[in-house]
Nanobody, 115 residues
């Protein structure tokens, strides 16, 4: 089982970005897929998740609506939409899934917000 993030990059403040998480070895739509982020020098924290019932789960500090998750079942891929980016959003964004106690992390997608 594997998840691979892509779609990070450099974006100006106020812009948007949509990192993706491509799943393999399991069906994304059957599981809760979560996005975490890690700012240098800080802990990795949960941002938002999408479960098998298409319910979006927002975590503390990320309930303002700037972060949303969607899924393309045909591509077995989950997307993180980030809007109105600020420099404080600069971080590595990770995709995470826990399937029957098997934890799967991706390598992360680096997002840099700077003018």
């Amino acid at each position: 089982m594997q998840v691979v993030e892509s779609g990070g990059g450099l974006v100006q403040p106020g812009g948007s970005l949509r990192p993706s998480c491509a799943a393999s070895g399991f069906t994304a739509s059957d599981n809760l897929i979560q996005w975490f982020r890690q700012v240098p020098g800080s802990e990795r924290v949960p941002v938002v998740g999408l479960d098998s019932m298409d319910r979006m789960l927002y975590y503390k500090g990320f309930t303002g609506g700037r972060f949303t998750v969607s899924r393309d079942n045909a591509k077995n891929t989950v997307y993180l939409q980030i809007n109105r980016l600020t420099p404080e959003d600069t971080a590595v964004y990770y995709c995470y899934v826990n399937i029957r106690s098997t934890v799967v992390w991706g390598e992360g997608a680096r997002v840099t917000v700077s003018s």
